[in-house]
């Protein structure tokens, strides 16, 4: 190296020098905290992924939400392992870098400068590629590549890991699992949050510079460590904000926090966010605002609906790290989840009924208080934790043109709407005042529809397609004189107090009319049409018998009967049904042979209190014969 510096001008050589010996001096000194709480169990798995022991080049990811401490993780990794290789450099902040003028090449030039140590000067982004390709190949390095967030930003920089020497280690650190799935990268670590225990020892440290707060201030730090989450960028932006204040600044700052949001912890959050593509934006809002919570497949049937294109969307936006799904149920971190109600509070702060959702009571009613904007409303779900009585103007919502997910839970009111959307594609309204829906509201685009514990008698006049329909919850319509006629061939009779036919729902998955006063003869013959019905709920009706068809639900997995105290016998059901509940039929007397119920290792027969039936059987009959189906099934 020093030959060549001999051939240079003086100047440059003396520069050139004090920039190495700088570099050399660096090394030696940390870069970030000795004291991180919590760190060495985050590092476990990344530092057998450093120590193993292979021949090649390997390349590593660490994958999760903006905030969670990827590049805290990689840090720490990079400092402790760095003197073991021929040279080492972490290139920060590549997503924000590489957007700027010359920040490709400047990148490239930065790596190759700092490995080889020497000053390195790069004409083009390709000329560097082959750069790297050639002069790092047989070195032994470490490289972070810190905040990737488009695989392409990968072909410039570290596109195979065969462009580095046998033994290095390549760490890339992205918010989009995507990013490192693309380049082949098989050792990904998903980073983990703090929890509350290490959270709150590492606020304490930064808070009060010792791990024990003075007690008046300990609830109010349980507090922020609640609302930070385990988030790393929560925890930091809010003690920097809180550090040497009173206890009453803090109760001021923690209560407006539940209000606004913290900017700039927003501002990190929503990078992610912003480079969604329009639906996934719409997908998250939708989560964020409604369905956090909610299992996997109902959103997707619900956004798809909407044409969200929810299949792919949800993916999506696991890999970027905005939601996770856990035991079939889709989940975010509350911060995430403000984030989302902030964008959405942001679209018009002063003006509710601009905005496209509406979540709160105060603000549902300004919506219908308010005489303008109300087509931008695209979804208000209402779930008050009590019931509240409320005089809205019902007539609002015949404005919301926009209207396509509608939740109203107990909010006591004295008439239903007048119009609804046509663009409808949930509507869940319990104790629904009126004794119908909207004359005019078309269903044709309804996905989900649940009318629980209201004064309907009918659904709707007239006969209206639902093609799209695949839930149907009317249970505890105890007024419920007819279901809706749902084809043109059967002509109902207004006094007639059986369902017309149920062939236009060939759609339908869930159908409850549980408690809905259905006697004899009521359920039509072709209820065995629905072929892709999963779940049928009759329970507490007061018919005698059901139709011989239910045996041709080819689809169907549940089946309740629980308290039809007037069910005297019980036809076939169809063999792949996992749940059958007879509980509180105290008049069944006959039942399809026990044996034949299932051939599912899962399934569940209950029929607890069925006198009749133990009597016309025999209890310890109808024990031994259960016993047989199951040594049967699992034989």
Same mark, same amino acid.
């Given at each position: ?19 190495y ?12 905290s ?44 990079y400092?402790r392992?760095?003197l ?19 920040g ?21 982004? *390709?000329?560097g ?11 032994n ?39 490192l ?44 460590v ?15 904000f ?17 209000d ?16 969604l ?11 964020a ?9 109902r959103?997707?049937r619900?956004?798809?609906?909407s ?67 109300k ?12 019931i509240?009585?409320?005089q ?8 919301m ?19 609804? *959307? ?20 078309q ?25 799209n ?18 084809t043109?061939?059967?002509?109902v ?14 759609s339908l ?8 006063n ?16 999963k779940?049928l709920?009759?329970?507490r ?7 011989? *068809? ?24 169809p ?7 007879l509980?509180?039929?105290?008049r ?10 299932? *051939? ?36």
């Amino acid at each position: 190296m020093f030959s060549t510096i001999i051939c240079r001008n003086e100047s440059e050589s003396i520069r050139i020098i004090v920039e190495y010996i700088l570099y050399k001096l660096s090394i030696t000194l940390p870069t970030v905290s000795k004291n991180l709480v919590g760190i060495d169990s985050r590092l476990e798995v990344l530092n057998g992924y450093i120590g193993e022991e292979v021949g090649e080049a390997i390349i590593i990811g660490i994958c999760g939400m903006g905030g969670i401490g990827k590049t805290t993780v990689a840090r720490v990794l990079y400092d402790r392992f760095r003197l073991q290789f021929e040279g080492s450099c972490f290139l920060a902040n590549v997503r924000e870098v590489f957007v700027e003028k010359d920040g490709q090449r400047r990148l490239q030039e930065q790596l190759l400068s700092e490995i080889l140590m020497e000053r390195v000067t790069i004409c083009d982004s *390709s000329r560097g590629i082959e750069m790297i390709k050639r002069r790092l190949q047989r070195k032994n390095i470490l490289v972070v590549l810190d905040d990737v967030d488009d695989h392409k930003r990968l072909e410039s920089l570290a596109e195979e890991s065969k462009w580095f020497g046998p033994g290095s280690r390549i760490i890339i650190t992205s918010r989009d699992k995507q990013v490192l799935t693309r380049n082949g990268v098989a050792r990904i670590y998903e980073a983990e949050k703090l929890n509350d225990d290490d959270a709150l020892v590492l606020f304490r440290q930064k808070a009060f510079k010792n791990d024990q707060p003075v007690e008046d201030f300990l609830d109010l730090s349980k507090q922020v460590v609640g609302y930070a989450n385990g988030l790393l960028l929560a925890l930091e932006v809010i003690v920097s904000f809180l550090h040497g204040r009173s206890i009453l600044e803090w109760e001021s700052a923690i209560n407006r926090l539940n209000d606004i949001p913290d900017r700039e912890i927003i501002d990190v959050l929503r990078i992610s966010f912003d480079g969604l593509h329009e639906l996934e934006k719409k997908i998250f809002l939708d989560i964020a605002c409604f369905l956090k919570g909610f299992k996997i497949d109902r959103i997707t049937r619900i956004l798809d609906g909407s044409g969200f294109h929810a299949g792919i969307g949800i993916p999506v936006l696991i890999e970027k790290s905005l939601i996770n799904v856990s035991r079939d149920q889709v989940w975010m971190h509350n911060l995430l989840q403000i984030m989302g109600k902030e964008i959405v509070r942001c679209e018009s702060p002063e003006e509710t009924g601009r905005r496209s959702r509406l979540w709160t009571y105060e603000d549902v009613r300004l919506a219908l208080m308010d005489n303008t904007g109300k087509e931008k409303i695209e979804a208000i779900f209402m779930d008050m934790p009590g019931i509240k009585e409320a005089q809205w103007n019902m007539k609002a919502f015949s404005k919301m043109s926009r209207l396509r997910l509608l939740k109203i839970d107990n909010v006591q009111l004295f008439e239903g709407p007048k119009d609804l *959307s046509n663009k409808l594609r949930f509507l869940e309204w319990h104790s629904y005042p009126s004794k119908s829906l909207p004359a005019g509201l078309q269903v044709d685009e309804l996905v989900e529809l649940h009318m629980a514990n209201g004064s309907l008698e009918q659904l709707w006049y007239g006969c209206k397609s639902a093609v799209n329909l695949k839930v149907i919850n009317l249970s505890n319509s105890l007024n419920l004189s007819k279901t809706p006629d749902l084809t043109e061939r059967i002509a109902v009779n207004p006094t007639d107090q059986r369902l017309p036919s149920l062939s236009g729902l060939f759609s339908l998955e869930v159908l409850d009319l549980c408690a809905c006063n259905l006697k004899e003869g009521a359920l039509p013959e072709d209820i065995g049409c629905l072929s892709l019905l999963k779940s049928l709920d009759l329970s507490r009706n007061n018919f005698v018998s059901l139709p011989m *068809s239910i045996n041709k639900l080819s689809g169907l997995e549940t089946l309740v009967l629980e308290d039809c105290r007037m069910l005297e016998s019980l036809p076939e059901v169809p063999s792949q049904v996992q749940t059958l509940n007879l509980s509180g039929c105290i008049r069944l007397k006959e039942i399809p042979n026990p044996i034949r119920l299932s *051939s599912s290792k899962r399934s569940v027969f209950i029929c607890i209190d069925c006198r009749e039936l133990y009597e016309h059987k025999g209890q310890d009959s109808l024990g031994l014969t259960m016993l047989e189906r199951y040594l049967q099934v699992f034989s």
